[in-house]
């Protein structure tokens, strides 16, 4: 109309800055998977800078391309956290490049499936040194510095495994058993000081590891145990990791966060009970 004019009325746009923006992340067995996936997470939508960890250089050092292709900041850190001898002994150089980490992600671990009664000593040693003593070690450099800030955030990657018995999980089991009492252990102790420390309890996941340990009919047998019936992606774990290390989770710790499709909560799950006739007349 003649003489009219339109006039729109815009607020202000809020712009949200990333969570974790001016804060460092320490992800181990971050070249593939979960941990991948959680150092991504945290690295692009959560704007913190990472140290990618992992003895696969060339998985490292895609993981960094990848992030740094999508405007995040990461390092790589080429180490084996199964010598521990040597990760206890280099253990301050390896975070020289951000900084000491204000969230650690004790993703990295090692499975071998084998009977209990005839369990190599070699391969249990190697098993409890990455799986337990590393996150120990790891914890131990990271709470100084997140102590002395008042802030941090540890999640270990546990398993269903060791809170459940599995065939041929003697040390993996066991293992995943001691990190989530660890677990407990340095959450009662770094409560007061603004750091808290939690684990996620994945069930099955879709990884290249566990597609190479399992076979299409292992696969299916595992997922019919599932009352979801599905292996987790890796994302699903991830976001529950993310969730740990937010301010929604400030008041959680000591806590082990079961992420495996309803797995534990089943007992004895009985698929198609109710369907059977002998069900049907009782």
Known sequence: MRGSSLVSHIGPVTVKTPEHSGRVAFVTGAASGIGQQTARQLAIDEGAS???????????????????????RAHAVVVDL???????????????????????????????????????????????ALNVTAPMLLIQHALQHMQAKGWGRIVNIASISGVRAGTGRLAYGSSKAALIALTRQFAIEAAETGVTVNAVAPGPVDTPMVRRLQGDSDRALYADMIPM?????????????????????????????????GFL??????????????????
Do not use: C, Q
Request: hydrophobic share 45%.
């Open 82 to 128: 199964a010598d521990t001898a040597a990760l206890s002994r280099d253990i301050a150089s390896l975070t020289d490049t951000f900084g000491p980490p204000d969230i650690l992600v004790n993703n990295a671990g090692m499975v071998v499936t084998l009977p209990a009664s005839g369990y190599p000593l070699d391969i249990w040693n190697t098993t409890m």
């Open 50 to 72: 990472v140290y990618v960890a992992d003895r696969d250089a060339e998985g490292a050092a895609r993981v960094v391309g990848e992030i740094s292709d999508a405007g995040g």
């Open 265 to 282: 909560a089943a007992g004895v799950f009985v698929r198609n009970l109710f369907v059977r006739p002998s069900a049907a007349k009782a």
């Open 229 to 261: 019936r599905r292996y987790a992606a890796p994302k699903e774990i991830a976001d529950s990791v993310l969730f740990l290390a937010s301010e929604r989770a400030a008041y959680v710790t000591g806590h082990t966060l079961a992420v495996d499709g």
